[in-house]
């Protein structure tokens, strides 16, 4: 009998909020990672629970699904640990030049798009939009602060005695005679269920279902200042997201690249240059630290979450832009798969069965 019901590959924000999911069904979880935990794209992104601002209409729903567990599940981490995951339900505001955001995204209600006329320096004091830009609130997009939310799912983790083990990369997934397995440093371990969370690197796993993911490099800076943002801003060519302590996240590059580890000062001080024309206060600001990220791109850029044809083989991976924001729906809606024995959401999944680009390569 396997000594773990599923195997989770991959301590990024999917792979653990999907872990402790399953610890709370009941379900035995094993965690591991090629690396240390949480450092790959879960800990360079920006944080940004944009849900109303995406436009595919199944990723959109996946989203706001996502955003709307957020309060309830931070609560119920946070109580769980006594660690703040930096929560900020303060909305955000989307700044259009030109083009107007398509009409589909301007709802009213919860969420929705509320067009601002006029001076917008009581909402957000020292924003400075260009002539001709539209400002929009954007209520229910909201952000975390990422690294600590990955700091409370660790915490979590360890105090639910669910085992993680780090710097151990899972070289196959193997479906046998006896069934699915994992193999690391040369072992195979058996589990009843095993999931790809790797991120940007799943595709490298050798499997008995092949699947593309592609690493989307993105570059951010932090910058330190005594001026305050109260809102997510996102504006044509940077958004900006404030954090605790006078820290300000700017960001953020999109290049195709591979796995490109390289952090440019021109890239750094191009995103300072151009946060600082939206809010001029911010010119004076330090920059504390600039780094570098890779997002999860599957071929058409959703996600790959569902039930591979290999019995026991899933993915949940390949969130790209949206993958800390759809952290707790993706754990939700597997881990009560894995609980009840099949796959259970009003969710539209379709577009994001991992059969869809690839053939199914071993017997
Ligand atoms: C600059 C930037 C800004 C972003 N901003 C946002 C944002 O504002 N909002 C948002 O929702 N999303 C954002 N994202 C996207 C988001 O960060 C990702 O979609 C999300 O973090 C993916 O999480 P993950 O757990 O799938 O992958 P990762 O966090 O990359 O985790 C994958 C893990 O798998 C491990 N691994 C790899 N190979 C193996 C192996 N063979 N065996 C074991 N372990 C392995 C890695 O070491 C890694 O720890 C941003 C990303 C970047 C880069």
Known sequence: MPSADAIVIGAGLVGLALARELSRQGLRAEVYDAAAAGRGASWAGAGMLAAYQLTHPALRALGIASARLYPTWIRELELETGLNAGYRPSGSLVITSAARP???LMENGTGGWEHLSGDVSALEPGLCPGPGDEVWRVSGDHSIDN????????ASLRDRGVPLHEHTMIESIEAGRDGLGVVARGVRRPAGFVINCAGAWTGQI??????????RKGQMIALRSTHELRHVI?????????RAGGRILAGATLEDCGFDPEVSEATARGLQQRASALVPALAAAALESTWIGYRPCAPDGLPLLGPTPVPGYWLATAHFRDGILCAPITA??????MAKGHLTTALDLAPFRPERFTAFTAA
């Open 234 to 242: 996102a504006a044509p060519g940077v958004y900006l997201v404030p």
């Open 147 to 154: 690294r600590a939310l990955i700091a409370a799912l660790l």
């Open 102 to 104: 398509a009409p589909s």
């Open 332 to 337: 939700k809606i597997v881990s009560s798969a």
């Open 206 to 215: 050798r499997a008995p279902f092949t699947v593309t993911v592609r690493p």
